[in-house]
């Protein structure tokens, strides 16, 4: 595991599901490259999909702030 891979998965454990009131055990960090962290979404988070643009753009807002390196999420299965 890359430090900033483990800088995201501390960032979305610490700061980023608090603030957006979910469990951070939903999120999981599958990759970071590139600019681009892969996150596997779990329970409430992949079970619907009208809401995922939205929750994914939340993320990513959170995220980017909190870790620079990070410019885009994507939700991988």
């Given amino acids: 595991?890359?430090?900033?891979?483990?800088?995201?998965?501390?960032?979305?454990?610490?700061?980023?599901?608090?603030?957006?009131?979910?469990?951070?055990?939903?999120?999981?960090?599958?990759?970071?490259?590139?600019?681009?962290?892969?996150?596997?979404?779990?329970?409430?988070c992949a079970s619907c999909p009208a809401g995922l643009p939205a929750l994914l753009a939340e993320l990513e807002a959170e995220l980017t702030r909190r870790v620079p390196e990070v410019e885009f999420v994507e939700a991988v299965l």
Avoid at 27 to 39: K, N, R, T, W, Y
């Fill in 1 to 44: 595991m890359t430090d900033l891979m483990e800088r995201v998965r501390a960032a979305l454990r610490d700061h980023v599901a608090p603030a957006m009131g979910l469990d951070a055990d939903e999120l999981a960090v599958v990759a970071v490259e590139d600019g681009i962290a892969s996150l596997r979404l779990a329970g409430a």
